[in-house]
């Protein structure tokens, strides 16, 4: 593998998380296992916070995928994910050689978030990441690591103004606060109807807006919540824009996900690549909340059986296809006819594996800064930070 030099940072704007100090540049949590050690690692040692998604990370370790064989013991699988997600840690912070930052992306909506966040802490992550649902319980999951930065996933004024009034009555407040828009972003998105991701509420400027009046009415300093707007920024110019109405830096997944470092399988990234516009949908996901897809033969499949699949939903735990239980609600394990109807663990998987007929790949709305081409992490940093172009011939 090219090693490239660390960015120099002398003439960047940068942001300081937990005494780091970073580029404005937060490289988004991808699962399954897309954004695991080598993208994160990666991305922390040329200066900016690499992200590991946290949920079954197994996948990258073939020891730990032949002991989960025919396994149905719950607390067998959850602990050899625990052991994946330790290895995916020290691999990452071995990558970033002392730079940047490796934070580790849980979703409250996973069934063991607990554990994951207590594993991520124990196994040196320098952040924990926390969306899919109000983080209100991190601060409590974190009280014996006082070092490791806390930064939820929110998306409108509301749900900050709820995350930060309950952190203030705990005595903490969060590092960081990632405002991720619903109608650009990949994956499970902020909204609890696909009807309400284009609602104007969710656009950065007012929700930007919003979130510093109410720091000024809770009489907290502007620069002591770092805002990391995530979802649609793909362009030097973006970034820019972004950083003049004050933010400390921007999140990006997508773009990330394609680069050669990206932890899924080579046929993964090409199918995002060259998704366009009218191949990229949003649905409901079986954990009940709307999710953003590139439209594959096995999503277009499911989509047009929804309907019936929905009317035939039923509460069977013998549903959880990959035995997991992963999710603390699950449209087909728990018969809720209004969610999504497939095991979404083994979906992502597929995906992982580059298998287009069967996965689901999930992929943000925006188009991808060097279109179809497959390009270093260094070069990505380089062209949202500076704007140089490289060569794509």
């Known amino acids: 593998m090219e090693v490239f030099p660390a960015i120099p940072m002398d003439c960047l704007p940068k942001w300081t998380l937990?005494?780091?100090?970073?580029?404005?540049?937060?490289?988004?949590?991808?699962?399954?296992?897309?954004?695991?050690?080598?993208?994160?690692?990666n991305v922390a040692r040329l200066g900016a916070m690499g992200t590991i998604a946290s949920v079954d990370l197994r996948h990258h370790h073939p020891d730990l995928m032949e002991r989960s064989e025919g396994c149905h013991d719950q607390v067998e699988l959850d602990q050899l994910n625990l052991v994946a997600l330790n290895r995916e840690i020290s691999r990452a912070l071995d990558a970033a050689e002392g730079r940047g930052a490796v934070a580790v992306n849980v979703m409250k909506a996973v069934t063991a978030h607990a554990a994951y966040v207590r594993q991520s802490c124990e196994s040196g992550a320098h952040a924990i990441v926390m969306g899919a649902g109000l983080p209100l319980d991190l601060p409590e999951l974190t009280r014996d690591f006082p070092r490791v930065a806390l930064i939820p996933i929110l998306s409108d004024v509301r749900g900050v103004c709820i995350v930060v009034k309950k952190w203030l009555r705990k005595n903490r407040l969060p590092d960081a606060i990632v405002i991720e828009h619903p109608r650009y972003a990949g994956g499970h998105l902020g909204a609890t109807r696909a009807e309400e991701i284009a609602d104007p509420r969710f656009?950065?400027?007012?929700?930007?807006?919003?979130?510093?009046?109410?720091?000024?009415?809770?009489?907290i300093?502007?620069?002591?919540?770092?805002?990391?707007?995530?979802?649609?920024?793909?362009?030097h110019e973006e970034v820019q824009a972004l950083l003049a109405l004050g933010v400390a830096a921007v999140q990006i997944g997508t773009p990330f996900a394609v680069t050669e470092e990206g932890d899924a399988h080579p046929n993964f990234k090409q199918v995002l690549a060259e998704a366009g516009p009218d191949e990229i949908v949003t649905f409901m996901s079986v954990a009940g909340l709307p999710a953003r897809a590139v439209l594959t033969p096995w999503l277009k499949n499911y989509l047009r059986r929804e309907k019936a699949l929905q009317a035939?939903?039923?509460?069977?735990?013998?549903?959880?296809?990959?035995g997991l239980n992963c999710l603390t609600v699950c449209g087909l394990r728990d018969g809720l006819a209004a969610i999504g109807q497939f095991c979404?663990?083994?979906?992502?998987?597929?995906?992982?594996?580059?298998?287009?007929?069967?996965?689901?790949?999930?992929r943000g709305a925006?188009?991808?800064?060097?279109?179809?081409?497959?390009?270093?992490?260094?070069?990505?940093l380089d062209y949202l930070l500076t704007g140089s172009m490289p060569c794509l011939n």
């Open 203 to 219: 656009d950065f400027e007012p929700v930007l807006g919003g979130i510093f009046n109410l720091f000024r009415e809770l009489g």
């Open 18 to 41: 937990r005494g780091r100090r970073l580029l404005p540049i937060v490289q988004g949590g991808m699962g399954v296992g897309v954004s695991a050690h080598r993208l994160a690692g």
């Open 344 to 362: 979404i663990d083994t979906r992502l998987a597929f995906a992982l594996e580059g298998d287009v007929k069967k996965g689901l790949f999930f």
């Open 366 to 380: 925006e188009r991808l800064p060097f279109g179809t081409a497959i390009r270093p992490v260094a070069e990505l």
């Open 312 to 322: 035939h939903a039923k509460a069977d735990p013998r549903r959880c296809v990959s």
């Open 221 to 235: 300093e502007r620069e002591r919540i770092p805002l990391i707007p995530a979802g649609g920024i793909n362009s």
